[in-house]
């Protein structure tokens, strides 16, 4: 049984890309954890502490009755860049201020060459970019597609990540050093990390260019590394909050840079205050997890089973509350489907799939 909505709301799409038919929602992996994660309830309101992290279970708000959301489209409009008509969107994302959509186009996944573009919300003045967006914060996660995209630059572009191969072997490097070139010139380059697993997964970094976090692993699994280029200190992920689990799923470092969410293994969200050195558990299966500036929000899909999400959801790190934006089916009756990004006011969600762009404003969030 699906949960009722928590609050009233309305769908308003402002723009659209395309027409296709929609797809169920998006698969999850099925990769598992070898690594327990103790947990509590914060109804239990029990101590549990370590010399460097603490860590607890939060348990999802029962959603309240409500009555059937209000779905009022607004806009729909078929828009076909010129001579790109055949090919698909690859990923989709907001400029700094929630003023225009940014996506980028290919023959299809992992090919090259792809194109950006920039949209308005009404779905008028789109201009093709003569140069890629800088991006250390696009879904999904497509590393082994286009590095160039997961972060290798700063926001601003001060900084290049450059990740170094180690000792080879006849399966490639066996480990890898990971250096931070400064643009700027205060130093050539210096090394970030040092003995890495030899794959780059991702960069997120904060928007003042001050810290970044890296993924790096061998052939299976990921390590993350916590980088404060200002203080120029390297942490390991688990030596900061009791989180180690390789076959993590996804990871989004909030803008502020003070919180870090992590799919586990199993699925649970796994929200680490990176001052305090905490960890608090939600138990289910996530997946899309995007952060809004505001609050900060922590924006998600949610499901009970790894295959199907059920709704998407809003969790507020200040009030410690979550809410049910939509459930699936609200969005699949309007042929809504696929990621999505939130606009950085937290306001809107921009939802796309290969031949389609929607952008859909939250009331009552």
């Not at 023959?107 to 008028?124: S, T």
């Amino acid at each position: 049984m699906r949960d009722k909505l928590m609050m009233r709301s309305c769908l308003v799409v402002i723009s659209i890309l395309a027409a296709c038919s929609p797809s169920k929602s998006i698969m999850l992996s099925t990769q598992q954890s070898n690594t327990p994660i103790k947990t509590k309830t914060v109804e239990e309101h029990t101590e549990f502490a370590t010399s460097t992290s603490a860590m607890l279970e939060l348990e999802s708000p029962t959603p309240e009755d409500t009555s059937e959301t209000n779905l009022d489209i607004s806009l729909h409009q078929k828009i076909h860049p010129e001579g790109e008509e055949s090919k698909d969107i690859i990923v989709a994302t907001w400029d700094e201020i929630g003023e225009y959509v940014y996506y980028a186009v290919a023959p299809g996944i992992g090919q090259r060459p792809y194109k950006w573009f920039k949209i308005g919300l009404d779905g008028q003045n789109e201009d093709e970019l003569p140069h890629p967006i800088i991006a250390s914060r696009l879904y999904p996660v497509t590393p082994n597609f286009y590095p160039e995209l997961e972060g290798l630059v700063s926001p601003h572009g001060r900084f290049n990540i450059e990740v170094e191969p180690g000792e080879m072997t006849d399966r490639g490097p066996v480990d890898a050093d990971v250096w931070l070139v400064d643009t700027k010139g205060e130093y050539l380059k210096k090394k970030i990390i040092e003995s890495a697993g030899a794959n780059f997964r991702r960069a997120e970094w904060t928007e003042d260019e001050n810290v970044v976090v890296i993924g790096m692993g061998p052939e299976f699994g990921t390590d993350l590394y916590h980088i404060n280029i200002k203080l120029n200190e390297t942490t390991m992920i688990n030596e900061i909050a009791q989180f180690n689990d390789p076959g993590l799923l996804e990871e989004t470092l909030s803008p502020d840079g003070q919180y870090l969410a992590i799919v586990d293994g199993n699925g649970n969200l796994n929200l680490i205050n990176i001052p305090e050195g905490r960890v608090d558990v939600m138990k289910g299966f996530f997946q899309n997890l995007r952060w809004a500036d505001e609050g900060p929000k922590l924006f998600y899909y949610k499901g009970t089973g790894w295959h199907e999400a059920e709704s998407l959801n809003s969790y507020s790190v200040s009030s410690n509350e979550e809410n049910t934006i939509w459930k699936m089916d609200e969005l699949e009756n309007e042929g809504i489907a696929g990621f999505f990004e939130v606009s950085p006011d937290g306001d809107r969600i921009l939802f796309w799939e290969p031949r389609q762009l929607w952008v859909v404003a939250i009331e009552n969030n």
